[in-house]
């Protein structure tokens, strides 16, 4: 008889449920949010569910309070902890709430109560080593390392601690290496040693290695934000700006005033558009090649060509502004002449009349008789002087608008017809204008 499958158990049922929750439990939730993180949303569920407890018993704020740890709500971790039981669990996780704010003194206070009040000595110790070495402790951090003997050497967590703390003081890079290389082995998913190696391979510039790492460490729950920080970074240098949005996505999401993920993130939106611009111009130059070609160039009919000729269709391109029905009412110009040229434009991915329908206007004359001297040499110089923002000059580049004189003979409908161009860009040009004195055409 064929053996039923394990049934794992739900998220909720081991945050919600009355049995015991320690580190087990907690690695076990990590462990499944990171191999499956369509299980994410129940742990914002249970969160949700233990905050909106009227009562809380101080067990069930363990749980509320290591799931805000897990969720980067690192003060509403520290509060809730700071009123729970008391015990072991509750004083290492205010001491990780504590190290993710940067709060290095008092993150050592509460892992020396949490060891005190029972918590596993040495997973202790190496939080302590950890706070440490990021306060600029080496010295510290690397005593504490020394001094740990016995099976917790073999842990990765151990070697990690190890490798990073060698790391800080720039000695040896290849021992470093692989002691990274060692906790991977032991375990796959340690975020630490994986962004440690992921560090040393971008310090070396093998950015291939680098990024495979850097996002083997992002997929482990709870992500550091270093590597999310890291890796979007090298998205950008290969120019996939689109991914490392993404990235600073995700470290708003948790932290949404984190300055430097708001900063690169805009860079990387900007960077978006200007790739987009980018490939649209290399698309248009590429069309426009193609449109130049001269017909003669092509093997067409006596009376196909006579009858272009006199049409004064000469280029591919002016192909493109005449309609079937045009060529039709040529003289001498019949259906086996239009097969003929339909087959070489779409030899050239191009189609009779594809842009007959786009008649190129020209800005209205503008009277700038009532201008001083002054405001008419303003017109001259170029739309850089207004300070624009980001967004807004993308979008005079898109119209091909150099300089302020351009631009006011634009109307608002002119401006708001540009992509990515809305209502807050044009009242932006507005004011702009305003302080110079000038105005858009028809305002």
């Known amino acids: 008889m064929a053996q039923m499958p394990e049934v794992q158990p739900q998220l909720k049922d081991i945050l919600l449920s009355n049995s015991s929750f320690g580190p087990s439990e907690i690695k076990f939730v990590a462990e499944r949010i990171c191999n499956d993180f369509s299980q994410f949303p129940q742990l914002k569920e249970v969160t949700q569910e233990l905050e909106g407890q009227m009562s809380r018993t101080p067990a069930s704020s363990v749980r509320l309070g290591v799931c805000q740890y897990m969720l980067g709500r690192y003060s509403d971790a520290i509060t809730t902890l700071e009123n729970a039981d008391g015990g072991a669990l509750a004083q290492f996780y205010q001491g990780k709430s504590h190290f993710g704010l940067g709060g290095y003194d008092r993150a050592i206070e509460c892992y020396e109560a949490a060891k005190t009040a029972g918590y596993d000595n040495d997973t202790c110790l190496l939080a302590i080593a950890e706070c440490k070495r990021h306060a600029g402790d080496l010295e510290g951090a690397m005593s504490i390392v ?27 890079p290849e021992e ?60 950008e240098d290969h120019e996939q700006y689109e991914r490392a949005a993404r990235c600073y996505d995700r470290i708003l999401e948790s932290f949404p005033t984190h300055d430097r993920a708001i900063l690169y993130r805009r860079d990387s939106v900007a960077s978006m558009d200007e790739q987009y611009d980018h490939d649209r111009e290399k698309m248009r130059q590429q069309i426009a090649g193609v449109m130049s070609i001269p017909i003669a160039q092509f093997e067409l009919s006596v009376r196909s060509r006579n009858c272009l000729q006199k049409m004064g269709i000469l280029m591919l391109g002016d192909l493109t502004k005449v309609s079937e029905s045009e060529l039709l009412n040529s003289k001498n110009f019949g259906e086996t002449s239009l097969v003929e040229i339909r087959e070489m434009m779409a030899n050239k991915g191009l189609m009779i009349g594809q842009f007959a329908n786009q008649k190129e206007t020209e800005d209205e004359p503008m009277d700038t008789s009532h201008l001083s001297a002054d405001e008419q040499a303003l017109l001259d110089r170029p739309i850089s002087d207004l300070n624009l923002s980001v967004r807004a000059r993308k979008c005079m580049t898109r119209l091909g608008l150099a300089t302020i004189g351009e631009l006011i003979r634009k109307s608002p409908d002119d401006l708001l017809e540009c992509k990515n161009f809305g209502v807050t860009s044009l009242t932006e040009v507005r004011e702009k204008l305003t302080q110079v004195s000038l105005k858009l055409r028809g305002e």
Request: charged share 20%; net charge negative; proline share 2%.
């Open 146 to 172: 020394d001094n740990i003997f016995g099976p917790t050497e073999q842990t990765a967590e151990y070697l990690y601690q190890r490798g990073a703390s060698i790391a800080a003081t720039c000695t040896n």
């Open 176 to 235: 470093v290496c692989r002691l990274y290389e060692r906790a991977v082995e032991i375990d796959e998913q340690h975020g630490g040693a994986l962004f440690g190696l992921a560090l040393e391979n971008d310090r070396r510039g093998n950015d291939e290695k680098a990024i495979e790492l850097y996002q083997r460490a992002a997929a482990v729950f709870p992500t550091n934000v270093g590597t999310l920080l890291n890796l979007g970074l090298l998205y």
